[in-house]
């Protein structure tokens, strides 16, 4: 081997159903391809050390594994297949391509199709299954709900409390008090409303509204004072640490904090003494917020709405809503003038506001999906977003402008080369955006200016390729995150942003609600100051990863409710677009936001090729091409839950069970 292949990478180790894996190392870019006989016992997620290796067969970025550094997954969710006195795990994690064997003493007594957890003993070797031991039966696979709990078990989600946390929350949990109010800003005259989803039970944001003789806006964003409630370093904080946010699942709901707390003495519930933070903003009629203020406060909120109470009341004009809400419609009709000056603010200097729907399911008593649909985001959600928006980007500069610790929500910059092949995807649709070039790279490979994007999904807006262009944007785009230094936030287009609005249910919301205290009453003193930065990095790192899982359990909880919902629906026909397109086919979308595929097998008429450059599958002979935004008529030909996926065929290509290609043959 020549010496500079003996450098050796360290990487995460991703495994392969066919046997060989990839390695995501730490000191390169991209991933490198590790064959079968080189993963020398590396297992899923493992921490491992590779030696790359001299290019073969055309490949240029092989390596083989050397040794296991660190073992990254120590238990796993499956499905138990019983055989004589053993039995094996089926792991739900496709990338696993070994079961797991289980001798029949350390079975737990599991039956033939128990969805089990199982703690591996071996990895296995040299073609060797590797071991394992039950430790969870979380039922049968047709029971209602284990497939869900199979997710979250997955994700090492905790689901229940522990006994002492529980009963921290119980003995906190007390009515607000004449001690609580002292010190506080009295707004219980003031009226305001919280507006959240019909079935919400953590309602942690109040809103209130007056405009003066001079025009003047005055918006009072009322956030629930959670840290009252939940000390630093107490159980229930620890708690909330861990966890890092509250998961919302198809068919149930894990909170960061106890119910007590969650849907209790901290939610914001219509005619009850609440203890707040409180940003009071004045806002003029350009929508420049011109003085604020922010408080400790005792509120008491007047109604409970509901966002579609409210779309009614100032998008349809229900008279019969109008009239049940007749005290509150004025103030809610200024909301709605103010939430528009504030969205054209951010409009104007560049703000993305990406139009992707998220998904509702309806589930009958079992659990099964019986009805999907997208999530509508309407007047009034746009609302509650431009306000809590304005609170969050106010508390982010006045802290960061005082220099001290601070936990920011930060979106960097796109990378160069992703808003080149951007910039190079919609050339070929006719569009086109500026960037800035760098030291001795042209223009439309450097940085670029949010309101680039801005203006092109603005220009693609109604057009036929609006959905391809905003998905391909969204995928250049990098994920925002939590950080102690105010980089930024891309995607709003602001120097300063936080999150401030959520502390129910985001730790980080829960963290700097703490400094804010501290600092209202003249405690941010040099030890605080150290202590805060002590933490502070641990705890935005800690914070955004349980982000990423927590999404990502959302994401496979709905991809599987989906895949059961189409169960029902073989062989119906659907229209949708295409979504994605790879080298083994199309994404085809419905307008209920399910998703499947089809097989570039299943495109018949021709030898068809993706073309990456284009974006799109192209026929070599004929020339047919399917794109990105494309509508297509299908029909569903596969749903697999365990696969959590949905497979279609052209349906004008599918007719008595066989297919049929447009140049007329049967195939």
């Known amino acids: 081997m020549k010496k500079k292949e003996e450098k050796t990478l360290t990487g995460i180790f991703l495994p392969h159903a066919g046997g060989f894996g990839f390695v995501k190392a730490d000191e390169a870019d991209g991933d490198f391809y590790i064959p079968a006989d080189r993963v020398n016992g590396a297992f899923f997620k493992d921490e491992v050390e590779i030696c790359p290796l001299a290019a073969r067969r055309g490949k240029n970025r092989e390596a083989g594994v050397l040794r296991v550094l660190k073992r990254g997954c120590r238990q796993l969710v499956g499905t138990y297949e019983k055989a004589g006195n053993f ?58 709900g284990v497939d869900v709990l199979a997710i979250v078990k997955a994700s090492e989600l905790p689901v229940e409390f522990p006994e002492k946390v529980l009963e921290q929350a119980s003995r906190v949990a007390k009515p ?60 229930l904080d620890r708690e909330a640490f861990e966890r890092g946010t509250s998961v919302y699942l198809a068919d149930r709901v894990i909170p960061m904090l106890p119910p007590a707390l969650s849907n209790g003495i901290c939610s914001l519930n219509e005619g009850e003494d609440r203890l707040a933070l409180s940003c009071l903003m004045e806002i003029d009629g350009t929508g420049e917020i011109v003085n604020y203020e922010i408080a400790e406060s005792v509120i008491r909120v007047d109604r409970r709405m509901s966002y579609t109470s409210v779309k009614k009341i100032l998008e349809d004009r229900d008279a019969g809503e109008i009239r049940k809400y007749k005290a509150l419609a004025p103030m809610l009709e200024r909301m709605w003038e103010l939430s528009a000056l504030l969205r054209e603010k951010r409009r104007q200097r560049g703000a993305v506001d990406f139009e992707f729907q998220e998904t509702e399911f309806v589930l009958d008593e079992t659990g099964h999906p019986v009805d999907i649909f997208p999530r509508e985001r309407n007047t009034a959600n746009l609302l509650i977003e431009d ?49 800035v070039g760098k030291r001795g790279r042209k223009a439309g490979d450097g940085e670029i200016h949010p309101k680039e994007i801005q203006k092109l999904l603005r220009k693609a807006a109604g057009t036929p390729e609006e959905a391809m262009i905003s998905r391909m944007t969204l995928r250049s ?18 120097r300063y942003y936080c999150h401030f609005t959520s502390p129910i249910r985001r730790y980080p919301d829960l963290q700097i609600h ?52 189409m169960e029902d629906r073989i062989g119906e026909e659907f229209t949708g677009v295409v979504s994605g397109i790879t080298s083994w086919g199309l994404y085809v979308e419905l307008p209920n936001t399910v998703e499947g595929m089809i097989h570039v097998s299943r495109l018949a008429g021709d030898y068809f090729v993706y073309d990456e450059n284009a974006c799109e599958m192209r026929g070599e002979k004929t020339g047919k091409t ?29 007719e008595d069970g066989k297919r049929t290609s447009k140049a007329g043959g049967k195939q």
């Open 87 to 144: 039995g094996f795990v089926r792991p739900d994690n496709t990338h696993i391509p070994r079961d797991i064997f289980v001798p029949a003493e350390r079975s737990m007594g599991a039956g033939d199709g128990c969805k089990v957890v199982v703690e591996l003993t071996d990895y296995g070797k040299d073609g060797k299954n590797p071991e394992g031991k039950i430790t969870e039966i979380l039922g049968h696979i047709r029971d209602a």
């Open 176 to 235: 607000v008090s004449e001690a609580d109010r002292q010190g506080r800003k009295d707004l219980r005259d003031v009226v305001m409303v919280t507006i959240d989803g019909e079935d919400a039970k953590d309602l942690d944001d109040a809103v209130s509204l007056t405009v003066d003789e001079d025009g003047i806006y005055h918006l009072g964003v009322h956030i629930a004072d959670v840290c009252n409630y939940v000390q630093e370093n107490s159980a």
């Open 387 to 435: 306000f809590m928006l304005a609170a969050n980007e106010t508390i982010a500069q006045h802290f960061y402008w005082m220099d001290v610790p601070f936990m920011y929500r930060v979106h960097e910059r796109p990378d160069g080369d992703k808003i080149q092949k951007l910039n190079i995807f919609i050339n070929n649709l006719g569009y086109y955006m500026k960037a």
């Open 477 to 494: 785009m990098k994920q925002a995150r939590y950080s102690t230094e105010s980089s930024g936030h891309f995607g709003l287009a602001c």
């Open 514 to 565: 703490r400094i804010i205290k501290d600092w209202l009453r003249g405690r941010l003193n040099g030890a605080r100051t150290e202590h805060y930065r002590s933490i502070l990095d641990e705890a935005a790192k800690r914070s955004s990863e349980r982000e990423r899982l927590a999404q990502e359990a959302e994401r496979e909880t709905d991809k599987l409710k989906k895949a059961e919902y």
């Open 626 to 654: 399917y794109r990105l935004g494309d509508k297509l008529r299908v029909r569903a030909v596969g749903a697999d839950r365990t696969e959590k996926t949905v497979d279609f065929v052209l349906a004008e290509e599918y």
